[in-house]
């Protein structure tokens, strides 16, 4: 079965530093797709980034990038240059390209950007 | 990407009753699914709303409770029913279109409080 793990219930950093946020998955399926939300305080989801199992790259998004590690099975988000307005909680996700559309979520972690 | 609306944005509502939540997207999209998102929780699929047929439920979920429509490829409605207060929870739909980069995007969400 598909799982999607973030072990960091909350993450403070500098306002201007680097953060990474851990996430870890696990599926037997070798085709599947990894993503990553933001949800600030009005409930919005919004997409952040992608990274797909066959891309040879990692994934990068102005100030978001994606270290893949596909043989750890760890999809790590960084955000470079952290702003206030990053404050905010952030989902990992992951789907099967092969059939379905189903995406499950990790529990999220919550980033607090001190000024 | 897609531009998509909720109504209502949120709403209080009485033990017992129902209320139907309006998804609009700005185009027509493949998929379209209904999530729920209780207090401090992650993201839990719904289903899925197919056009013109019943939609998909996930386990745990069943149609009398949350009934869906989807008349056509931009509009789904969802109905939670005989509420009670474990229905607190904000709902989001998404889309996605397949034969793009499988990318899923969120509506703003209807904030729902039941007392």
Same mark, same amino acid.
């Given at each position: ?7 960091? %219930? ?15 998955? *696990?599926?037997?399926? %070798? ?23 066959? *891309? ?29 307005? *990053? ?8 789907? *099967? ?19 | 990407?897609?531009?998509?609306? /909720? =109504? ?5 509502? /009485? ?40 939609? $998909? ?7 009398? =409770? ?12 969802? $109905? ?20 793009? $980069?499988? $990318? ?12």
């Amino acid at each position: 079965a598909q799982k999607i793990t973030q072990t960091q %219930p909350g993450m403070f950093v500098q306002e201007k530093e680097a953060v990474t946020l851990d996430c870890t998955y *696990d599926t037997s399926d %070798p085709s599947y797709g990894l993503f990553w939300y933001k949800q600030p305080s009005s409930g919005e989801m919004i997409f952040l980034i992608y990274q797909g199992s066959y *891309d040879q790259q990692n994934a990068t998004e102005g100030r978001y990038s994606l270290n893949f590690q596909k043989a750890r099975k760890s999809a790590n988000l960084v955000i470079s240059a952290s702003q206030l307005g *990053d404050s905010a909680m952030y989902f990992c996700a992951m789907r *099967d390209l092969r059939g379905g559309f189903k995406t499950i979520f990790g529990a999220g972690t919550r980033l607090f950007v001190k000024a | 990407s897609a531009v998509i609306s /909720q =109504k209502p944005s949120r709403d209080i509502c /009485q033990r017992g009753t129902s209320l139907t939540i309006q998804c609009q997207v700005d185009s027509q999209v493949t998929m379209m699914f209904w999530y729920r998102q209780q207090p401090g929780q992650s993201l839990t699929l719904i289903a899925t709303a197919n056009q013109g047929s019943e939609a $998909t439920y996930e386990s745990g979920f069943v149609i009398d =409770k949350f009934p869906i429509s989807r008349p056509n490829l931009t509009f789904s409605t969802l $109905t939670v029913s005989n509420m009670s207060p474990e229905d607190s929870s904000i709902y989001l739909c998404s889309v996605a279109h397949l034969g793009e $980069t499988d $990318t899923q995007y969120f509506g703003p969400g209807t904030r729902l409080t039941v007392l």
